[in-house]
C-alpha cells in the first residue's frame, strides 16, 4: 500500500500494455472506464502522498464484482485523488450518482429546522462519513484552493516519519483526535474507547448493540487497505446517553452517528446536525476542517458517499409490503434504499428492514433526509392496508 512512491517507480519498468490489468469480466464503474489508453496516461501520476493510479483501482481489479449489483471499484487515497485522477473519478462519479456533471454544484443544508416530520416508528439512524484536512499552508492550485494535508484518507494515509509508526495513528495522538471529541460537554459530554484497550467480550458486546464497528472482512475493505494496521488507531467516542457516537479510523477518519429508539426523527436529525457542527468548530479552531468543496460536497474514500455523506436509516417492520411484486419498484420511485438491520450485507430479520435514501450526491442533507420521512410514511401507510387486504394500486407513487 501507498507508504511511498517506490511500488509506483517499480512498475514504470514495464509496458503499459504489461501491467493494464484485464476487466472484460469486472462488474464496477471503473471498469466500464478505465481504457488502456487512459491507463497509459494516467499511470505515471501521483498525489503528493504519493498515491497512484495502481492505488486507486487495487480494488476494483481485485474484486470483478456480482453480475446483478454494480460496486464502485475504486477509491481515493487522498483529497487530491479526484483531482489528479480527474479524468478517470469524473466519469465514475456521474455514472455512480445519475448523471451528475463535473460542472455541478453539490448543496449542503444542516439547519435541523428546515425539515417537516411528522414521525414515524421504528429505530432511526443517521450516519455520516467525514474525513478532515490541513489547510494551513498555503494553496497549491486546486479547484477547491486547499492544500494537501497529514492524514490523507484511511486508504492512503502516508507513513509517518519515525520508523513503524503508522499515519493513521496521527488522528488519534493529535489535537483534533479523540481529545477534540471529549471536549465536548451538555449532551455531547462522553469518552473514547480505543478499540485496542477493549475485550474480545466488550467488542462484541458494543457491535451487537449496533454501537461498533466489526473488523473489515470485506474484500472490497480489505483491497483498499482499510485493515491495516488493524486494530491500531480504531476506536469508539460516544456520548454518556449512548445517543451520539463517532468511530474513528474505521473507513474514513471518522463516522458520526446520532441514533435512538423510537420515532422521532427530527430529534435525531437535530443531534446530529448539531454535533456534526460542534465537532467541526474544534477541529477548525485546531486548522483541521472537514475536506468539503462546493463540487463534490464532503469529500471521501469512496465516490459513493460523496456529496453529504449521509445515511438516514429507519428500522421499520414491512411484512406484507416487502412481498409485493411492487416493492423493489416503489423504494426506486421513493430514492430509497433498503438493507437488513445488521448492515449492508445482512438480510432482514422478521421482515424488518433499513430504509434509507439511496442519494448522497447532488441533493442536501435536510432534502435526503427528507425524502427517508416522508417515504417511510408512505410505506407504513401501505403495510396497514396490505394488512387488511386492501389494495395499493392507487398509492404507488410517481418518481421522486
Known amino acids: 500500500m501507498p507508504f511511498g512512491n517506490t511500488h509506483n517507480k517499480y512498475k514504470l519498468n514495464y509496458k503499459p500494455e504489461e501491467e493494464y490489468p ?37 480494488t476494483g481489479v481485485d474484486n470483478p464484482g456480482h453480475p446483478f449489483i454494480m460496486t464502485v471499484g475504486c477509491v481515493a487515497g487522498d483529497e487530491e485523488s479526484y483531482v489528479v485522477f480527474k479524468e478517470l473519478f469524473d466519469p465514475i462519479i456521474q455514472d455512480r450518482h445519475g448523471g451528475y456533471k463535473p460542472t455541478d454544484k453539490h448543496k449542503t443544508d444542516l439547519n435541523h429546522e428546515n425539515l417537516k416530520t411528522l414521525g414515524c416508528q421504528g429505530w432511526t439512524m443517521f450516519w455520516g462519513v467525514i474525513a478532515f484536512r490541513h489547510s494551513t499552508q498555503a494553496p497549491l492550485g486546486y479547484p477547491w484552493g486547499q492544500s494537501p494535508g497529514p492524514f490523507g484518507q484511511q486508504c492512503g494515509i502516508p507513513e509517518a516519519s ?18 477534540a471529541l471529549n471536549s465536548l460537554t451538555g449532551e455531547f459530554k462522553g469518552k473514547y474507547y480505543p478499540l485496542k484497550s477493549m475485550t474480545e467480550k466488550e467488542q462484541q458486546q458494543l457491535i451487537d448493540d449496533h454501537f461498533l464497528f466489526d473488523k473489515p472482512v470485506s474484500p472490497l475493505l480489505l483491497a483498499s487497505g482499510m485493515a491495516r494496521d488493524w ?105 430509497l434504499q433498503k438493507r437488513g438491520t445488521g448492515g449492508v ?50 398509492m404507488i407513487p410517481a418518481q421522486k
Not at 45 to 56: A, I, N, Q
Not at 162 to 179: D, E, I, M, Q, V
Open 22 to 58: 484485464d476487466l472484460s469480466k469486472h462488474n464496477n464503474h471503473m471498469a466500464k472506464v478505465l481504457t488502456l489508453d487512459l491507463y497509459k496516461k494516467l499511470r505515471d501520476k501521483e498525489t503528493p502522498s504519493g498515491f497512484t493510479l495502481d492505488d486507486v483501482i487495487q
Open 162 to 179: 519515525k520508523p513503524g509508526f503508522r499515519g493513521c495513528r496521527l488522528l488519534t495522538t493529535h489535537s483534533c483526535g479523540p481529545s
Open 231 to 335: 486494530p491500531d488507531a480504531r476506536g469508539i467516542w460516544h456520548n454518556d446517553n449512548k445517543s451520539f457516537l463517532v468511530w474513528v479510523n474505521e473507513e474514513d477518519h471518522l463516522r458520526v452517528i446520532s441514533m435512538e429508539k423510537g420515532g422521532n426523527m427530527k430529534e435525531v436529525f437535530r443531534r446530529f446536525c448539531v454535533g456534526l457542527q460542534k465537532i467541526e468548530e474544534i477541529f477548525k479552531k485546531a486548522g483541521h476542517p472537514f475536506m468539503w468543496n462546493e463540487h463534490l460536497g464532503y469529500v471521501l474514500t469512496c465516490p459513493s458517499n460523496l456529496g453529504t455523506g449521509l445515511r438516514g436509516g429507519v428500522h421499520v417492520k414491512l411484512a406484507h409490503l416487502s412481498k409485493h411484486p411492487k416493492f423493489e419498484e416503489i423504494l426506486g420511485r421513493l430514492r
Open 345 to 394: 450485507d445482512t438480510a432482514a430479520v422478521g421482515s424488518v428492514f433499513d430504509v434509507s435514501n439511496a442519494d448522497r450526491l447532488g441533493s442536501s442533507e435536510v432534502e435526503q433526509v427528507q425524502l427517508v420521512v416522508d417515504g417511510v410514511k408512505l410505506m407504513v401507510e401501505m403495510e396497514k392496508k396490505l394488512e387488511k387486504g386492501q389494495s395499493i394500486d392507487d
